[in-house]
Antibody, heavy 120, light 109 residues
């Protein structure tokens, strides 16, 4: 049974940093891509970043390039999202999701999400 | 950047009726289109991938069609648990970007 569990969310001041974790059970990250998708309060879904199964290919939403970094620890079967220089526009529930299909193009398993609130 | 436009924004129907949701891409995505259902307070759930393939465990009343720029999600006979928000999503070629439509809220009439 595939399960993804996010953690690390919370309230953070503008300009500060936060690191989210996505721990997996029932699947091996090295065989799949893993995405981060966010949803601002009352808004739609927005893809944020992906790390491919090779661990080397990483892609980002334009608005987070240079501020966010996705990485993984295969020994812990965990993917991370390091977020720097946070602004109010980054306030959202952050979900991790497994990517499947060609270039991990759809998201077939999702975590429950972790809320990040950027506020002074 | 490929933009996905969903219509209508809100669809009001009764249980037992047929629902037709539309997703239009600003340029061709061939068949790389997926549909998700999201209920309040829950994570999204994959319904359809590659335009017309049902995901594991998805009831047969859900079907997807289309290719290129125009796609449709059809729910043949609405059940009470189907009232939710639905999103389409595409993956473009290179560099990889994965974008969602703005969503269609399916509400009880």
């Amino acid at each position: 049974q595939v399960q993804l569990v996010e953690s690390g969310g919370g309230v953070v001041q503008p300009g500060r940093s936060l690191t989210l974790s996505c721990a997996a059970s029932g699947l091996t990250f090295s065989a799949y891509g893993v995405h981060w998708v966010r949803q601002a309060p009352g808004k739609g879904l927005e893809w944020v970043a992906v790390i491919w199964s090779d661990g080397n290919n990483k892609f980002y939403l334009d608005s987070v390039k240079g501020r966010f970094t996705i990485s993984r620890d295969t020994s812990k079967n965990t993917v991370y999202l390091q977020m720097n220089s946070l602004g109010a526009e980054d306030t959202a529930v952050y979900y991790c999701a497994r990517g499947s299909g060609y270039r991990y193009g759809y998201f077939d398993y999702w975590g429950q999400g972790t809320l990040v609130t950027v506020s002074s | 950047e490929i933009v996905l436009t969903q219509s209508p924004a809100t669809l009001s129907l009764s249980p037992g009726e047929r629902a037709t949701l539309s997703c239009r891409a600003s340029q061709s995505v061939t068949s790389y289109l997926a549909w998700y259902q999201q209920k309040r307070g829950q994570a999204p759930r994959l319904l359809i991938y590659d335009a017309s393939n049902r995901a594991t465990g998805i009831p047969a009343r859900f079907s997807g069609s289309g290719s290129g720029t125009d796609f449709t999600l059809t729910i043949s006979t609405l059940e009470p648990e189907d009232f939710a928000v639905y999103y389409c999503q595409q993956r473009n070629n290179w560099p990889p970007e994965y974008t969602f439509g703005q969503g269609t809220k399916l509400e009880i009439k």
